[in-house]
């Protein structure tokens, strides 16, 4: 039973981390591309960490995965936000696909 | 627990995360603009914590715990220096 719940967080956390990177190939513009990349991979960090520290089932192994999940929550937001920030003023516009919403509600 | 995971999980684990680093390199070859390599700089860390994880889980041997806690901080301190060198040299 141990094992089977092991090894489900293991393959769904890899799975969420390779989600993220065909999210970062298909879409179109950097918005997107940022929207796939923060989420899907704090998301399967954190499943893997929790698969690995059961798997371990040791004190100082529940508290470094603590510190790591609440780091990286804290961080990839973040990251994601000075890298829009830093986006050049000529690439500033969305593909035609993201800007349909904003420009329907003017 | 210490229960043993069957090794055949830990390589399909494995096969995700290097197909992952794969399209992910894809991305940083032909980003259009720098920020795009950034972002796929920013995944290929998270991928190495992931592969680090699940290595440690293979060997059975937690001292390979300490590595994601420095590498989440180092990829954030220097996705952050990178980003806010580029917006500061634009202006």
């Known amino acids: 039973m141990d094992k089977l719940i092991i090894s489900i967080l293991i393959l769904l956390g890899s799975f969420f981390v390779l989600i993220s990177a065909i999210g970062l190939l298909r879409f179109k513009d950097l918005y997107g ?32 995965a603590l510190l790591i999940i609440i780091f990286i929550y804290l961080t990839a937001p973040l990251a994601a936000h000075s890298i829009v920030k830093s986006i050049l003023p000529k690439n ?14 003017k | 627990m210490n229960a043993l995971i069957p090794e055949y999980i830990l390589y399909i684990a494995f096969a995700f995360l290097m197909l992952a680093m794969i399209i992910t390199l894809i991305r940083l070859l032909k980003g259009p603009s720098i920020n795009d390599q950034i972002a796929a700089m920013d995944l290929i860390s998270s991928i190495i914590i992931g592969l680090i994880l ?21 990829s954030f ?13 634009n202006g």
């Open chain 1, 33 to 64: 591309r940022l929207h796939a990349t923060t989420k899907a991979t704090s998301f399967g960090i954190l499943l893997l960490l929790i698969g690995v520290s059961l798997y371990f089932n040791e004190v100082h192994v529940y508290i470094k």
């Open chain 1, 92 to 105: 500033k516009k969305l593909t035609a696909d993201s800007a349909k919403d904003t420009q329907e509600k």
């Open chain 2, 54 to 74: 699940v290595y440690s889980v293979l060997i059975s041997n937690a001292m390979y715990f300490d590595i994601p806690v420095i590498l989440a901080l180092v």
């Open chain 2, 77 to 89: 301190i220097g996705t952050i220096a990178v980003s806010t060198y580029i917006s500061q040299k």
